[in-house]
């Protein structure tokens, strides 16, 4: 019953319940030990136009192969889970930055370089692929780490896709990472990345903003800064 409760039917990987929950405690562990958490948020590039062109069945079958391909790539104790549609997160329990980066890069080109075969169709995709850790900012919590991979995915997609954002360079804009927590809808998300600067974020709780940072923070359209 446990297994069910927390695995995903389709791709037998995690479930989002599953994953946040594991994050949380792992966050909580990584405080305790001093021992890095790394996080990776992965979402496969034009998706739609597999279930558009060749149908739901063989984007079933696409979803099923990463699955097998980001499992085969990790540690037996990494968690891997669907974290909905066609995006995937991952937890690397004591991976640094480098390390995290460099194992992330490996599944991009794994994934690349996949054919799923469906039929007599091949079909080839890519991913873009945000990754956080807790060692960029000691202290921080799960939300955070998660805006921080969730944001940097985007800012893959952004940037041209297939390609992998991680902590190797510093962040300068400031965003307010509640706001972009609570933009629930990816295309909120994706607008809301599309208004930044080339180059990286730097993500900070509303509460934490000094007066010039309040002024000058991004936000979503639309929205009027407090």
Known sequence: QFEAMTRDSLTGCYNRMFFDSELAREVLMARSTGLPVSIAMLDLDYFKAVNDTFG???GDQ??????GILR???RSYDVVARYGGEEFGIIM??????IARRCMERVRTDVEKHVCVVGTNNITLTMSIGVACSDECPGTDESMLMAAADM?????KRDGRNRVIGAEVSFDTVVDTEEFTAASEPMQRREMVATLPRGRVRLK???EL???ERASRVTLPGKRRT
Do not use: F, W
Not at 62 to 67: N, S
Not at 93 to 98: H, L, M, N
Not at 152 to 156: G, K, P
């Open 56 to 58: 739901h069945g063989a």
């Open 72 to 74: 085969g790539a990790l």
């Open 205 to 207: 709780p509303l509460s």
């Open 210 to 212: 000094t007066e010039r």
């Open 93 to 98: 329990r004591g991976a640094e930055r480098a």
């Open 152 to 156: 940097r995915m985007y800012v893959a």
């Open 62 to 67: 696409v979803l099923q192969d990463v699955a």
